[in-house]
């Protein structure tokens, strides 16, 4: 019995030393599964922003000339220009200059690529991919510096083009705003005259939207956002609208957010015009547009969420065959 006695308390200190092993063993284990966790997440994020700057790099190599308009020869110059290139590649030329086919006759010396993108996307001054906006469902940019707009889906560049912003004495208001009503055809408020296909409405009670009019070239508009007529098309199709509550009387969810950012060098030379120098002129970085869209990441992302719930009821009392609320 003594030496039975005596094998007990070891047989009991083995069993308890190899339990604790295990345990310790098993949180290792579950440290190093987190910490593995941990590392595939900031990876990911370092992969993913591995891309996209090599997605920038990786942009075609675009060089500009000029063509030059002389004040006195014009209307000879013009034959030449249009001798010289197709309906396609006059219309991506003149987009480029922010003119639209109406206001060719504005240009006095035209950027003109060696290479014809009639999608406009090898010439793109955005960047190709913004990882601060991979959550983002749509939204679209306007840039007053460059005169051209930008759209984004979850990060990804989909599609950009010129613009004509609000002249110097009536510019267009800067900062976040929503999508909010469209009209097919709508008539200014400035203007009865003044027909706006494919108008987007982005702030209701300054009656400022985006819409098809003239391109001459520089911000021209009296607040508005001017797009050539395809871009206006695909901007009318391709944003989200508002929703209101019943009765129509408040917002119960906001359409496809727009950020209208920047300054344009009134008085001074074209920015597009420096690309004959130098292709890059117009590039926007990646850091600056994430200091543009950073302060208001929060509130899209919020009413994003919104969005997303409306969208949700709406489904699901279409589907249950009962009026939404």
């Known amino acids: 019995m003594r030496h039975q006695n005596q094998r007990i308390p070891f047989l009991s200190l083995s069993i308890a030393f190899f339990s604790l092993s295990i345990i310790i063993h ?5 440290g190093a599964r987190r910490e593995n966790v941990g590392t595939s997440k900031k990876d990911s994020v370092l992969a993913a922003k591995k ?6 790099a990786q942009k075609p190599k675009i060089n500009y000339s000029e063509f030059i308009f002389p004040a006195k020869k014009k209307d000879s110059a013009m034959a030449v220009f249009n001798d010289k290139f197709s309906a ?6 003149l987009a480029l200059n922010r003119l639209d086919s109406k206001n060719k006759w504005r240009a006095d010396t035209l950027a003109v ?13 955005f960047p190709t991919h913004l990882d601060i906006l991979d959550e983002v469902h749509k939204i679209v940019l306007f840039s007053y510096p460059i005169q051209a707009y930008a759209l984004y889906e979850k990060g990804k560049l989909v599609k950009w083009g010129p613009t004509s912003l609000g002249k110097k004495n009536a510019q267009t208001k800067r900062g976040l705003m929503f999508a909010n009503w469209k009209k ?3 008539i200014s408020t400035v203007d009865s005259d003044w027909k706006l296909p494919y108008n987007f409405n982005i702030h209701n009670t300054l009656g400022i939207g985006w819409h098809q009019y003239d391109l ?5 508009s009296h607040s508005c956002l001017r797009l050539l007529e395809d871009d206006a098309k695909f901007l009318y199709k391709w944003a989200d609208q508002w929703t209101l509550n019943k009765g129509g009387a408040s917002v119960k969810a906001n359409g496809t957010p727009v950020i209208v950012y920047g300054d344009y060098n009134w008085g001074g030379k074209k920015p597009w015009k420096n690309l004959v120098q130098d292709p890059k002129a117009n590039d926007i970085s990646i850091d600056d547009l994430n200091g543009i869209i950073k302060p208001d990441l929060s509130k899209i992302l919020e ?3 919104k969005t997303d719930e409306v969208k949700t009821q709406l489904a699901t009392a ?8």
């Open 184 to 186: 097919e055809l709508a």
């Open 113 to 125: 690529p060696d290479k014809i993108d009639t999608t406009l996307m090898m010439y793109s001054p």
């Open 26 to 30: 098993c949180k290792k284990d579950a």
């Open 88 to 93: 396609e590649e006059r219309y991506t030329i």
């Open 51 to 56: 891309d996209s700057a090599q997605a920038e």
């Open 303 to 305: 009413e994003q969420k």
């Open 318 to 325: 279409s589907e249950a065959g009962r009026p939404a609320a």
């Open 216 to 220: 001459p070239g520089f911000p021209a």
